[in-house]
């Protein structure tokens, strides 16, 4: 049975669940029109709603199309029949439908709340990392900025103290000022000179979010699969017989050199092998694991390869970026030519995605 949308049934449902909502017919009797109090004699095709005669002739009904009631109950009927097919009589086999539908919709659900509850969570670890560092950070930097201050502070107090020293004109209240300030004692008062401000948190200024993504990615599970592309061997001559015998026909037999055959067929090979736009390179993944799997692959300066993924291939030649599965072919665009190529594959639903991993932009 096929539950392709029927649009008229729909706009029908929707359109008897918001007159019941609003209540619109709950003062005319049943039957009568609510705005003119007329019998509701006929069905408005095109906005799908019993109208009277009057509603026919308003402008708001102005070159719709109607049909008397019965009739048009009957042809909807008779399209309901024939969405069902010939199950429309069997409300068993319908009920089982919906029963199914049902069941696939709970799994919807919670497979939907499920992956709310794991992406919360995943993003939390992130937040919790990101705040722990930021409060690391910010506690060095205000450790750095207490230790600097105080020896600006120490200084400037120190020659404050020097200051006073050399006011006092009193040789005993000068040696017994001197004496009783141990700290005037402890510094060497020729070093007496200016801190000029160092404050810096060295790459944490100029290179933050950068280290930052360096550490989160030690957290970060399960990791990216990192994959190489492998060249073809190169072709290797192999030893021949140098000759072969023919006979003549008069009873003689002639030696007959096949070297150059065999030269020019390794050196044409050999040049298939040089050119660059061969499809230099290659790389087949055999292990897959059951489920979703990711693998990075380094495409850099290379100017043709082939990835093989079960029946799914992705090839780059001339510059183009073609995705084969079994026998469709399909033209994918880059933005910018990716230096990594990134590939998620599950095996179960036989999803296949491929992304630039310098922006992680899905093409």
Not at 158 to 187: F, H, R, V, Y
Request: proline share 3%; net charge neutral; glycine share 4%.
């Amino acid at each position: 049975m096929d539950f392709t949308t029927n649009h008229i049934l729909k706009n029908l449902s929707e359109k008897a669940k918001q007159d019941k909502e609003s209540g619109k017919h709950s003062e005319a009797p049943v039957g009568f029109c609510s705005e003119h109090d007329e019998r509701l004699k006929l069905f408005c095709v095109t906005d799908q709603q019993l109208t009277c005669l009057i509603c026919r002739d308003c402008e708001k009904h102005q070159g719709h199309k109607f049909k008397p009631i019965k009739e048009a109950a009957a042809s909807i009927r008779k399209e309901v029949e024939a969405f069902l097919g010939k199950d429309f009589h069997d409300f068993s086999k319908i009920e089982n439908l919906a029963k199914s539908q049902n069941e696939e919709i709970r799994k919807t659900e919670e497979k939907s709340q499920q992956l709310r509850t794991q992406i919360s969570g995943q993003f939390q670890e992130m937040h919790q990392f990101l705040r722990r560092r930021e409060d690391e950070i910010m506690n060095e930097l205000n450790q750095k900025e207490a230790d600097e201050l105080k020896k600006m502070r120490d200084g400037l107090e120190l020659g404050e103290k020097m200051k006073a020293i050399l006011e006092i004109t009193e040789p005993e209240i000068l040696l017994k000022c001197w004496s009783g300030d141990n700290s005037m004692k402890a510094q060497n008062p020729l070093n007496l000179q200016v801190v000029n401000s160092s404050l810096s948190l060295g790459l944490y200024e100029s290179h933050l979010q950068l280290f930052m993504w360096k550490e989160m990615l030690q957290l970060i599970q399960p990791k990216a699969k990192k994959l190489s592309l492998k060249r073809e061997d190169p072709p290797v001559g192999r030893q021949r017989s140098c000759s072969y015998n023919q006979s003549s026909g008069y009873g003689q037999r002639y030696s007959i050199c096949d070297c150059h055959h065999n030269y020019t067929s390794l050196l044409s090979q050999y040049q298939k092998y040089c050119n660059p736009g061969q499809n230099d390179y290659y790389l087949r993944i055999d292990k897959i694991e059951r489920g979703p799997n990711y693998w990075e692959i380094d495409v850099k300066d290379k100017s043709s390869w082939t990835i093989h993924i079960q029946n799914h291939s992705l090839t780059f030649i001339n510059d183009k970026y073609t995705k084969k599965t079994n026998n469709r072919t399909e033209y994918l665009n880059f933005e910018n030519r990716p230096e990594t190529i990134g590939i998620y594959f599950n095996s179960i639903t036989n999803q296949l995605q491929f992304f630039d991993v310098d922006n992680m932009k899905h093409f």
